[in-house]
């Protein structure tokens, strides 16, 4: 499959515990953290969720 690469460019504060554990799972621990991660349709579904909050690119 191809790899995402997940930024998080907007902060967690102020946001429901839900989407603060989506980004934990994801990896994202602080602003401007960037991960790599599998494009499968779970760690899209998270990314929809806080879409938001994160920036996406192909690797």
């Given at each position: 499959?191809?790899?995402?690469?997940i930024?998080?460019?907007?902060s967690?504060?102020?946001?429901?515990?839900?989407?603060?554990?989506?980004?934990?799972?994801?990896?994202?621990?602080k602003?401007?953290?960037?991960?790599?991660?599998e494009?499968?349709?779970?760690?899209l579904?998270?990314?929809?969720?806080?879409?938001?909050?994160?920036?996406?690119?192909?690797a």
């Open positions: 499959m191809a790899t995402i690469k930024k998080q460019v907007k967690r504060i102020n946001c429901p515990a839900v989407q603060k554990r989506t980004l934990d799972a994801l990896g994202l621990r602003m401007n953290h960037v991960v790599e991660k494009a499968t349709p779970s760690i579904g998270m990314v929809k969720r806080v879409r938001h909050l994160v920036e996406v690119t192909n």
